[in-house]
């Protein structure tokens, strides 16, 4: 199924009248377009990373704890997660490339006003505005980069961007712990706005002009029942470690978003004009790629997580030499994603994926056993994680490619807006999964050997280690589900 179908001929999905103007050209050079989706991409990516190694700084600077200073990196996914799907229905409604090039230039001036806050209160909430940004960016980035690429190129141009994606990645450690150390945590936001700038007057020049609009009206109820109920799982994933699965905010944000949610669904199947129409799940194929997704990112950063503290409190080694072990893991991804993308038409989709997952488990069994092990050698578990950032990388692109692909056409838009909404829920799930298997791991370990010693040498090295278990098994999920998605959809 061709996921770059026009779709202004589709008409509405219910009512079957048509909206109006035309779809861009298919004819035209799709790599300048797809260059620009990967500036944004590459920007995000770069943005998430690079604050998590500022929090310790930032925490410093304005005189709190930590706990609150994460909120400078939770605001942002909270604010990302709720906008997005709302920014996916306007810019059916308004256009791609006006909403695109907003987001942009409110991702910028955004990321200015962080550099300038004096207070935690300000830079938290200057970072809402940047997730309200890097939503209008996230609703359309998937969906430009489809239809310019169309479905022989689609794969290629998901390599691409997902390589995108990984080069943010890995900048952040790198650069991030260069700007902190000569100019101050001011310079990681100070750094994105003229990335940004540079991708608004490329996008302004390059990106087609997209006349078509769907008419309908905007669903404001369903907007006010998902928002609260993705911010409220959103901050029970982010938590869950610190507040326990039983206390009682975890239960009252769990119950509420569990009960927001399907009040969501309930409004949705009722209207004529959804803000999510809810048939695109009846394609199981996409349905399962969706899920493939959300596991993919729960892995990239559930094994950012787990590395981070080995690498620090584990192998007590400085926050610039952990990120340069760190960064294997994205180096490889960029580069194994292209290559995935252009091997797509020899092996197929499905077969890639799975041998990138193959390979992303078999790395997880290498450092769950010897990979952080002074002998026979750390060396191995650079080796390891470098496969596991090559294993997602083969993974990550077809996957991406074959999900926008099994969408019905009628339903680009919120295809291209569900999976950055997963991969969202991806990075909280696999930042509180391993949290919280941490801290479980940590305290068996510890009073099993009766040492007081939580989080430092073997104690931590070897509660990670463990720790990967879990991780694995998301692994073997992932790999279930692109299996079943090939059972379902053979590939032609």
Same mark, same amino acid.
């Given at each position: 199924?061709?996921?770059?179908?026009?779709?202004?001929?589709?008409?509405?999905?219910?009512?079957?009248?048509?909206?109006?103007?035309?779809?861009?050209?298919?004819?035209?050079?799709?790599?300048?377009?797809?260059?620009?989706?990967?500036?944004?991409?590459?920007?995000?990516?770069?943005?998430? @990373?690079?604050?998590?190694?500022?929090?310790?700084?930032?925490?410093?600077?304005?005189?709190?704890?930590?706990?609150?200073?994460?909120?400078?990196?939770?605001?942002?996914?909270?604010?990302?997660?709720?906008?997005?799907?709302?920014?996916?229905?306007?810019?059916?409604?308004?256009?791609?490339?006006?909403?695109?090039?907003?987001?942009?230039?409110?991702?910028?001036?955004?990321?200015?006003?962080?550099?300038?806050?004096?207070?935690?209160?300000?830079?938290?909430?200057?970072?809402?505005?940047?997730?309200? %940004?890097?939503?209008?960016?996230?609703?359309?980035?998937?969906?430009?980069?489809?239809?310019?690429? /169309?479905?022989?190129?689609?794969?290629?141009?998901?390599?691409?961007? &997902?390589?995108?994606?990984?080069?943010?990645? &890995?900048?952040?450690?790198?650069?991030?712990?260069?700007?902190?150390?000569?100019?101050?945590?001011?310079?990681?936001?100070?750094?994105?706005?003229?990335?940004?700038?540079?991708?608004?007057?490329?996008?302004?020049?390059?990106?087609?002009?997209?006349?078509?609009?769907?008419?309908?009206?905007?669903?404001?109820?369903?907007?006010?029942?998902?928002?609260?109920?993705?911010?409220?799982?959103?901050?029970?994933?982010?938590?869950?470690?610190?507040? %326990?699965?039983? @206390?009682?905010?975890?239960?009252?944000?769990?119950? /509420? /978003?569990?009960?927001?949610?399907?009040?969501?669904?309930?409004?949705?199947?009722?209207?004529?004009?959804?803000?999510?129409?809810?048939?695109?799940?009846?394609?199981?194929?996409?349905?399962?790629?969706?899920?493939?997704?959300?596991?993919?990112?729960?892995?990239?950063?559930?094994?950012?997580?787990?590395?981070?503290?080995?690498?620090?409190?584990?192998?007590?080694?400085?926050?610039?030499?952990? %990120?340069?072990?760190?960064?294997?893991?994205?180096?490889?991804?960029?580069?194994?994603?292209?290559?995935? /993308?252009?091997?797509?038409?020899?092996?197929?989709?499905?077969?890639?994926?799975?041998?990138?997952?193959?390979?992303?488990?078999?790395?997880?069994?290498?450092?769950?056993?010897?990979?952080?092990?002074?002998?026979?050698?750390?060396?191995?578990?650079?080796?390891?994680?470098?496969?596991?950032?090559?294993?997602?990388?083969?993974?990550?692109?077809?996957?991406?490619?074959?999900?926008?692909?099994?969408?019905?056409?009628?339903?680009?838009?919120?295809?291209?807006?569900?999976?950055?909404?997963?991969?969202?829920?991806?990075?909280?799930?696999?930042?509180? &999964?391993?949290?919280?298997?941490?801290?479980?791991?940590?305290?068996?370990?510890?009073?099993? &050997?009766?040492?007081?010693?939580?989080?430092?040498?073997?104690?931590?090295?070897?509660?990670?280690?463990?720790?990967?278990?879990?991780?694995?098994?998301?692994?073997?999920?992932?790999?279930?589900?692109?299996?079943?998605?090939?059972?379902?959809?053979?590939?032609?």
């Amino acid at each position: 199924m061709d996921g770059a179908a026009p779709e202004a001929s589709r008409g509405d999905p219910k009512t079957g009248q048509p909206t109006t103007g035309a779809a861009p050209s298919q004819g035209a050079n799709p790599w300048p377009i797809v260059a620009i989706t990967c500036i944004g991409a590459a920007m995000g990516q770069f943005d998430a @990373s690079v604050v998590q190694l500022a929090l310790p700084d930032l925490a410093v600077t304005f005189q709190t704890r930590e706990t609150l200073a994460s909120w400078v990196a939770l605001a942002y996914v909270l604010a990302f997660s709720a906008a997005l799907p709302v920014f996916g229905r306007l810019c059916e409604m308004f256009g791609r490339k006006k909403l695109y090039l907003a987001g942009i230039l409110v991702f910028v001036a955004a990321s200015a006003l962080c550099a300038m806050a004096t207070s935690l209160p300000e830079l938290i909430a200057f970072r809402i505005l940047q997730g309200i %940004g890097g939503a209008s960016l996230g609703a359309n980035s998937i969906v430009i980069l489809n239809r310019a690429a /169309g479905k022989e190129l689609r794969a290629r141009a998901m390599g691409y961007f &997902s390589a995108a994606q990984a080069v943010g990645v &890995s900048l952040g450690p790198i650069a991030g712990g260069l700007l902190l150390g000569f100019f101050g945590w001011q310079a990681i936001f100070w750094v994105t706005v003229p990335i940004g700038l540079l991708g608004a007057v490329a996008g302004w020049l390059i990106l087609p002009d997209d006349m078509e609009r769907d008419l309908r009206p905007f669903d404001w109820q369903g907007a006010l029942l998902l928002g609260p109920a993705l911010v409220s799982l959103v901050l029970v994933l982010n938590h869950i470690a610190d507040w %326990g699965l039983t @206390s009682l905010p975890s239960l009252a944000f769990g119950i /509420g /978003g569990v009960a927001l949610l399907a009040l969501f669904i309930l409004r949705e199947k009722r209207t004529a004009s959804p803000l999510v129409n809810l048939d695109i799940f009846t394609s199981k194929p996409f349905s399962l790629g969706v899920l493939a997704v959300l596991l993919s990112y729960a892995l990239l950063y559930g094994m950012f997580y787990l590395m981070s503290y080995a690498a620090i409190r584990g192998l007590h080694e400085t926050p610039t030499r952990a %990120g340069l072990r760190l960064s294997a893991i994205p180096i490889a991804l960029g580069i194994a994603a292209p290559f995935a /993308g252009a091997l797509v038409k020899r092996h197929g989709t499905a077969t890639l994926a799975l041998f990138g997952m193959t390979l992303a488990a078999a790395a997880l069994l290498t450092l769950s056993m010897v990979a952080l092990e002074a002998t026979p050698s750390r060396a191995v578990g650079m080796v390891a994680l470098a496969v596991f950032g090559a294993g997602l990388g083969f993974f990550m692109a077809p996957n991406n490619s074959a999900t926008m692909g099994s969408a019905p056409p009628a339903f680009s838009g919120e295809a291209g807006a569900l999976i950055n909404l997963a991969r969202m829920l991806g990075v909280s799930l696999g930042v509180a &999964s391993s949290a919280s298997m941490l801290r479980w791991r940590t305290e068996v370990i510890a009073g099993a &050997s009766d040492k007081d010693i939580f989080f430092y040498g073997h104690p931590m090295l070897g509660a990670v280690e463990t720790s990967f278990g879990l991780l694995f098994v998301l692994a073997l999920i992932a790999a279930a589900a692109t299996w079943w998605r090939r059972r379902l959809a053979p590939e032609r």
